[in-house]
């Protein structure tokens, strides 16, 4: 059985995987790709949604020389507009004290597209297709995976695998878990007016609806929304026509794009979030929803992800200039301790944030005017959120 040597193998191809493989790679490292579908080789991506890109991922990517493929498709956010039920209650952020945006809007295909002609033109790397992790064992300081007709031994091995990553359960790492019993229903959709850069999240009892603007596709303005509702509203928001959706969303949405003119795309995602009780396993590091998961209402969880990316490739960068062996027992730990507490914090805000919208009472609802109108007016709170959701703080 042929045998292949690498120093880096990762599991996964998705949004995180591709993106630490060509990172790695760049630095010079033989890298293995494992991927379960044929996602390196087909051309249609099934998943037609949009990622909210911060600025602090935006510079990674700019440092990789990722950026430059991925920015043709990235419509900027320059402003933002936080509305509780309705527009009188509103929080607004715009970004003139720096010279950067809040943020782009990006297709995943296209982020996709972007990283993988970019990893097909690194001679140091290999992909495999098709090819689900089971069978792992170690071998001195290798860590080894067996598949039907080959083994691939590597010094280190990346978890990219997902939230309901193979290797976590191999490896039984603990996990604290938690269903929110919601959907998230992704919804692309033409409309009447300039949406101006401007990036909505309306905060209802059942959940938040983001409005996220996109590239105008020919002449049409675009944008996508992300809603989160309980199982029974999207499953009956499902069963009817486009014409009935569409003036559903048109009340919901208040005008703030103007009339939605046409549904394009429609798909749901089940709404869980996850922490590995840690991030590393002996020779085995998790990377992106392999190792955490968060509510969407934040927008971050591909952007925390890329602060792993960052991290690992901040560390591998230190260990290959040292000529040290990747993937030992400090290494990991040290990426455990640069990581862990960010996305602790990510979990509890993003899961508090969603709770205290929901609270639906009148000493709530007036408790929650009363600290939105103070930071609407206080120039300092605005500038750390915006900070915080930037990813540049
Ligand atoms: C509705 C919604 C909206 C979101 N919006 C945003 C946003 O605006 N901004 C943001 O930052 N984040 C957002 N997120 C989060 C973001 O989508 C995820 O964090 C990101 O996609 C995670 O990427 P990943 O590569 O870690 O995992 P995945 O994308 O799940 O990739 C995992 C890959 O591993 C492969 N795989 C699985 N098992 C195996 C196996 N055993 N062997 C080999 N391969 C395997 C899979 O085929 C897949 O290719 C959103 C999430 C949702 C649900």
Request: charged share 25%; net charge positive; aromatic share 10%.
């Amino acid at each position: 059985m042929k045998e292949i040597q690498s120093n880096i193998n990762i599991v996964g191809g998705g949004l995180i995987g591709a993106a630490a493989a060509y990172s790695l790679s760049k630095l010079g490292n033989k890298v293995v790709i494992l991927e379960q579908k044929d996602k390196f080789n087909h051309e249609k991506i099934l998943d037609k949604r949009t990622t909210a890109i911060s600025e602090g991922t935006k510079k990674f990517l700019e440092e990789i020389n990722i950026w430059g493929d991925i920015s043709h498709h990235a419509e900027p956010i320059k402003n933002i507009q936080i509305i509780d039920r309705n527009q009188s209650n509103k929080l607004h952020f715009d970004n003139k004290r720096r010279v950067s945006n809040l943020g782009y809007i990006v297709k995943n295909e296209f982020i996709l597209d972007g990283l993988y002609k970019q990893l097909k033109k690194q001679k140091n790397v290999k992909i495999f297709n098709n090819v689900s992790v089971k069978d792992i064992f170690y071998e001195e300081n290798k860590i080894v995976i067996k598949q039907k007709n080959f083994f691939v031994s590597s010094n280190i091995l990346i978890a990219s695998d997902g939230k309901n990553s193979s290797i976590r359960k191999i490896f039984k790492t603990p996990i604290y878990s938690k269903d929110y019993k919601k959907k998230a229903i992704v919804i692309n959709f033409y409309h009447s007016k300039t949406h101006n850069n401007t990036a909505y999240e309306y905060f209802f009892k059942n959940g938040p609806l983001a409005i996220l603007p996109m590239q105008k596709n020919k002449n049409n303005f675009q944008s996508s929304i992300v809603w989160t509702n309980t199982d029974k509203f999207i499953n009956s928001l499902l069963s009817l026509d486009d014409n009935n959706i569409i003036s559903i969303l048109n009340e919901k949405t208040q005008g703030s794009v103007g009339e939605i003119k046409k549904i394009i795309t429609k798909q749901t995602f089940p709404l869980k979030a996850h922490l590995n009780s840690k991030f590393f396993e002996n020779r085995i590091i998790y990377l992106g929803d392999s190792a955490h998961s968060f509510h969407p209402i934040a927008g971050q969880g591909w952007n925390l992800g890329m602060q792993d990316v960052e991290s690992l490739y901040n560390l591998t960068k230190k260990y290959n200039s040292l000529g040290l062996e990747l993937g030992d027992e400090i290494f990991c730990k040290e990426f455990q301790k640069d990581n862990f507490f960010k996305a602790y914090r990510l979990y509890q805000i993003t899961d508090k944030v969603d709770s205290v919208f929901k609270l639906e009472n009148t000493i709530f609802n007036h408790a929650r005017f009363s600290v939105i109108n103070l930071i609407e007016k206080s120039k300092k709170i605005k500038n750390q959120i915006s900070d915080f959701a930037m990813g540049v703080n």
